[in-house]
């Protein structure tokens, strides 16, 4: 049984009124961790940086506006299936990027073909795998921590 779906799309990074510029957006999701897309950005001079945000706040994002805190998405325009814009916060510093509906629509077909919306929980080895990562998470934070200090 196929374990993931990735697809590449390209969006718009959004600098300013006046410009912007296309990179290429690599969307991932894996059974493992059914609840969580990752979006791994493209862009040019840097390092790729991967976000990983809940698949249901995509869904959401594409028809209204959603999302509290780091992630926002919200369509281009409401009444249609077009563009969605996705803010990115940390700190003070955000990242808008706009992105064609249809992409991220057939992405996220592909994943509720591996793991249907409403059956996460019925993954057998989720809730293990969910320990394995907070732990990886809080380890990362500590480590963090102790760098800084």
């Not at 979006?39 to 991967?50: C, K, N, R």
């Not at 996220?108 to 929980?121: N, S």
Request: net charge negative; with cysteine; hydrophobic share 40%.
């Amino acid at each position: 049984m196929r374990e993931s779906v990735q697809a590449e799309v390209m969006m718009s990074f959004l600098v300013s009124e006046e410009l912007a510029f296309r990179i290429p957006v690599e969307l991932g999701y894996e059974a493992r961790d059914p609840y969580a897309v990752r979006l791994t950005f493209h862009l040019p001079g840097d390092a790729p940086v991967t976000w990983a945000f809940g698949r249901e706040l995509l869904l959401d994002g594409i028809n209204k506006p959603c999302g509290d805190g780091d992630v926002h998405i919200a369509p281009t325009h409401p009444e249609e299936l077009s563009d969605v814009h996705i803010r990115l916060q940390v700190g003070c510093d955000r990242a808008l990027f706009r992105a064609s509906a249809a992409p991220l629509v057939a992405f996220l077909d592909r994943t509720d073909r591996l793991v249907p919306l409403g059956q996460e929980r019925n993954l057998g080895d989720f809730e293990e795998n969910l320990d394995e990562e907070l732990c990886k998470i809080l380890a990362e934070a500590r480590q963090n921590e102790q760098n800084a200090g």
